[in-house]
């Protein structure tokens, strides 16, 4: 048996949910494959790995692993992710949510679970669009951008998800795409094993709902212009300001080793029982 037939084995409900739901070219079975090949690298029981994941293709990723999972609403995969964390703070916590799920539908959540600095890890799967439920514009889609409900062009700005979290306060923070296959792996892995509060934005390509509507004539196309556009943060910030158009850099932007919420919780529950022991 393979490695690849091996992993597949011991990290898939192979027998139960296959085949999978995802579109030709769609990226988020290369970010499930880096999830599987990242646990599997660190030696984690599956037993001890919770993934929660809200609504939307990503979504569909937590029926597919074999370890402790949980589909939520839409929206609201980090207020479960924290319940989990903080009722068993061993769990390693991983939350998949599209950026719809996490910037729109579930963004307050989003920046108050980073600026607590909860101990959990968010893959955020980013293509620009609402992809599911039809192809609506979602804040992150590109000023500009043609979508179901831009038929003229995106009209407002997007979020920078980088940016933003780093602004709420989290322990980590970095980007990867799904073209750069062996940078992912390492920041899904590093993120896990920080501890607090900790984001890897995936740029992910949707030719189904984003791509045909905006001059990409195949889903090849959009991994080409992954790996075009898509440099290292550290050649990105050697760039001058008009090199910089278009350029999208990736990699690590923070990382910190703040306890997590969790920590300094068990910290104060530990403390008040021992002066309540001695009351």
Known sequence: MSDVTQLIHDYLR??????????AGCGHGIVLGS????????GLSKDDVALVAGIGCSGRIAAYVDFNTVHTTHGRALTFATGI????????VITVMGDGDAFS????HLIHAARKN????????NNFIYGMTGGQCSSTTPLGAVSQT???????KSFDI???????????????????VNTLDRLIREAIMRPGFNLVEILTPCHTQYGRKNKFKSAVDMYKWLRSNAIPVEKYEKLKPEEREERIPIGTFVQNDAPGLEELYAQVRTAQCAKERKQ
């Open 105 to 108: 539908i579930g963004g307050n």
């Open 35 to 42: 999830l599987i090949r990242s646990v599997h690298a660190l």
């Open 14 to 23: 192979h027998n139960k949910k296959f085949p999978h739901v995802f579109c």
């Open 162 to 180: 980088v940016k933003l979290t780093s602004a709420a306060g989290a322990n980590g923070v970095s980007r990867g795409t799904v073209f750069h």
């Open 150 to 156: 831009s038929p003229y062009g995106q009209l407002e």
């Open 85 to 92: 964390k903080m009722a068993n703070p061993q769990l390693k």
């Open 118 to 125: 909860i101990g959990v890890t968010v893959l955020v799967l």
